[in-house]
């Protein structure tokens, strides 16, 4: 029986000499985030550096919030932050749906997959048009 040979070591080697070339150059752009990345992102630079991209290119056209001061006080984050729903039951709903959408994954019964991605649905749509009352009312 012959042996894999030297043939298997380039390419284990080639692909060492990638990921230290990838996560060298990574390390130099984005020191703080260097190691947790290299672990949550499975040694993929390219990803992190498009999503990192795109978040700059957010912060540039946003205007700075109270928490991104260093002079900021406490008091000048107060406000409304948003309308939450004091009593509503589709994000129960839609809990049931995806745990019954997961099972079906799980034992993999398409029939129940299909009755879960329905019901999915229809809460998803219970939740965002929850409080829509129609274009010609105020």
Do not use: C, Q
Not at 14 to 29: G, K, P, Q, W
Not at 45 to 51: H, V
Not at 86 to 100: D, H, V
Request: proline share 6%; aromatic share 12%; net charge negative.
């Amino acid at each position: 029986m012959a042996s894999p040979g030297p043939a298997l070591r380039i390419r284990a080697l080639t692909l060492m000499d990638v990921l230290d070339e990838s996560f060298r150059i990574y390390r130099a752009n984005f020191p703080v985030f260097a190691g947790l990345a290299v672990i949550v992102n499975g040694l993929n630079p390219e990803r992190l550096l498009l999503a990192g991209s795109y978040l700059r290119f957010v912060s540039r056209r946003i205007e700075a919030r109270p928490e991104d001061r260093e002079d900021a006080e406490v008091s000048d984050g107060a406000g409304e932050l948003g309308f939450f729903s004091p009593g509503s039951y589709w994000p129960i709903a839609l809990a049931a749906s995806a745990a019954t959408a997961g099972l079906a994954l799980a034992f993999f019964y398409v029939w129940l997959l299909l009755i879960a991605v329905a019901m999915l649905l229809v809460a998803i749509g219970g939740l965002v048009f929850e409080y829509h009352t129609g274009p010609n009312h105020d």
